[in-house]
């Protein structure tokens, strides 16, 4: 019953932004040609671009780069050593 209540609340945002989207849209196709610049590109339809193709999306590689900068680029060199530390110290149990 609540998430039928709420769940118009929900309207008040997807609304404006499938409005907005298409705005941008209608502005970003109607830009001048400008394709005699080296790799110029208007910005629609951008899902390739944003995501790469299906091989870099399924590379375990491409995962253990961003896994490796997220670590490091949020917490930080000592927050992964207090982070791991905090983790051994579950593991070791002191009587």
Partial sequence: MFVLRTGSLYLFAIIP???????AHLINSAAQDL???AH???MINNGHWYFGTLEQRVSTYHWKVLLQRGVFDVAGVAG???GWSDAACVFVQVE
């Fill in 35 to 37: 394709d005699y610049i």
């Fill in 80 to 82: 992964v050593s207090i």
């Fill in 40 to 42: 110029n590109r208007k």
């Fill in 17 to 23: 932004f499938w409005l907005w989207q298409g705005h």
